[in-house]
């Protein structure tokens, strides 16, 4: 019998209140070769000497999450991707995510360090049916949008290096890493790229869901700036989309999810690209274009929930300007819930213009707080902060912004009755979010080669509800609660004529048709693309989390 290579984790206390929703005392193990208890999809099962064998000549590292788990193995050797034990071991594998409500119990985990490797796990799993999720920086709410119970995880955290190429203008992004650390790494330069309001969040998720920036006004989503992509499909062979290469796939990754391989690289510079001569020769990364944005003015400015239909009327007038200046973003939330907290307002200027006439309308409203400053970008965006509250879900709606449905969105989310559902919830929260979109960030999408999105080019809101609360036995409380107080906004904006259809897949809950809102057309288009690099519709099928093409499987 082949040996099992085990090393013991430290136990995590979770004795304190509340409880977590399970224990996290398991220990971690490293694993040869071991029969799998795996659930398997498709017609036929394989069985685990089959699985055992398919195995036995590959060369990853496989992390299990209890002692009872019986892992496929996808190693014989200990592999550069291997997993020392921590003291948090399992905890961090399994539960390396910013809502508890995405905590699952993947029966193994595996962290390839390199694409040969990625294609080799890919493989196993598509040959034997074996379910399985992805995860980049496990930043969303959703429960299975990057995990999986009793299935294998692949987590990208080992697609960590980023380099930039100052003559072209691009910078090389691994998928297993996270906005804070690509900010980080191009600070050196004074250049930045379209990416992330939220430095914890994951390139991947963020990438392949659309991806709003501060930078969108100027050139559009986070998706619409990826110069190359190179997935890894479902037959596990590699493929690069770009616009000179797989153009209809490299327009469906943009903000296709995980319909159609998992996104992880560009090799488009592997022969020109001065950093190409890695360890490997392999590049690991999407493809970014870079600007030289590194000095601003921005901050946080907080407010009292009485300034609140102020700050909508605000709101409205710094979105009308037919002039907007492209260099001003900003977000506004609401803890409608809080009174302590009240409302705030992230705002930046894309210059180092100390309050630019382009946030005039908000200036005149009393603060309760204010950190605006000349600071870097990265400074700035790392001045946000997300309430420390354990569980999580995201509603999102679109409309066009007008003063009479501003003034009934500002009455529902102070005056529904479900805001005392909300409130009886241990640490029940909700906060709201809106977030302006001009004509231009379609505009610019469009220019660097289009997205299914399915955009008009008109100035709108996407709007989120934010919920949080404490345990597992607020979920359906608070789900449904805030659930009708969306449904009551959208009813609002289809009242006054402004509902728009899109739905922004980075704030949508895991049960919002995301995909659909895209359009017919573009759903047409999306499932060409899948026929003709999914045909099996493995990623439909053996990928149960995310956003799902509709009428698929």
């Not at 496989?62 to 190693?75: F, G, H």
């Not at 409608?336 to 005039?360: C, D, H, Q, R, W």
């Amino acid at each position: 019998m082949t040996k099992i290579v085990r090393r013991r984790s430290q136990s995590v206390d979770t004795t304190a209140p509340p409880p977590a929703p399970f224990n996290h005392s398991s220990d971690i193990f490293e694993f040869r070769v071991v029969p799998t208890t795996i659930r398997q999809r498709g017609p036929q099962n394989a069985s685990p000497t089959a699985v055992q064998n398919e195995a036995s000549s590959q060369n990853y590292m496989v992390t299990a999450t209890s002692k009872q788990d019986e892992c496929l193995s996808l190693t014989q050797n200990t592999c550069q991707g291997e997993i020392n034990g921590s003291s948090n071991g399992t905890s961090f594998l399994a539960d390396n995510y910013l809502s508890e409500t995405a905590w699952k119990k993947p029966t193994c985990i595996v962290q390839p360090v390199d694409k040969p490797e990625l294609q080799r796990v890919v493989h196993i799993l598509t040959k034997q049916n074996v379910e399985f999720a992805i995860r980049s920086g496990g930043h969303s709410p959703s429960e299975f949008a990057a995990n999986i119970d009793n299935g294998v995880l692949i987590d990208m955290s080992k697609f960590n290096n980023t380099y930039y190429d100052a003559t072209n203008n691009r910078v090389q992004i691994g998928a297993g890493m996270k906005w804070t650390d690509v900010y980080r790494s191009l600070d050196r330069y004074n250049v930045t790229v379209v990416g992330g309001r939220v430095l914890d969040v994951g390139v991947g998720g963020l990438i392949l869901g659309g991806g709003l920036s501060y930078l969108s006004d100027l050139y559009g989503l986070v998706c619409d700036n990826v110069v190359n992509f190179e997935v890894v499909l479902a037959n596990a062979s590699l493929a690069n989309a770009s616009a000179e290469s797989n153009q209809d796939l490299f327009w469906a990754l943009k903000g296709g999810a995980n319909n159609f391989g998992t996104s992880f690289a560009s090799s488009q510079w592997r022969s020109s690209h001065p950093f190409s001569q890695v360890e490997s020769g392999i590049v690991t990364a999407f493809t970014l274009s870079t600007y030289p944005i590194h000095q601003v003015w921005g901050g946080i400015k907080t407010y009292s929930p009485e300034q609140l239909p102020a700050l909508f009327s605000s709101m409205l007038e710094y979105q009308s300007n037919p002039n907007k200046d492209p260099y001003a973003n900003l977000m506004m939330q609401a803890f409608v819930t809080n009174a302590s907290i009240g409302a705030v307002l992230n705002m930046v200027y894309l210059k180092p213009e100390i309050s630019p006439p382009a946030f005039a309308p908000f200036y005149s409203i009393p603060t309760t707080g204010d950190t605006t400053k000349l600071q870097t970008l990265t400074q700035m965006i790392s001045g946000q902060r997300i309430p420390p509250l354990r569980r999580w879900d995201w509603f999102a709606t679109s409309f066009r912004p007008s003063v009479p449905l501003y003034q009934k969105i500002a009455s529902i989310v102070t005056s529904a009755p479900e805001l005392n559902i909300i409130k009886s919830v241990t640490s029940g929260s909700m906060a709201l979010g809106l977030q302006p979109i001009s004509s231009s960030v379609v505009r610019a999408g469009n220019a660097r080669g289009g997205n299914p999105l399915g955009l008009e080019s008109a100035n709108q809101t996407w709007f989120v509800l934010d919920a949080g609360w404490w345990d597992a036995s607020g979920d359906d409380k608070m789900r449904v609660a805030t659930q009708r107080i969306r449904d009551r906004i959208e009813r609002a904006a289809r009242e006054e004529g402004e509902h728009v259809e899109y739905l922004f897949m980075n704030d949508a809950s895991h049960d919002q048709d995301v995909i659909k809102h895209y359009g017919p057309e573009n759903v047409r288009r999306l499932k060409h693309v899948q026929r003709k690099y999914d045909p099996s519709l493995i990623f439909q099928r053996l990928v149960p989390g995310g956003w799902k093409l509709p009428g698929v499987g």
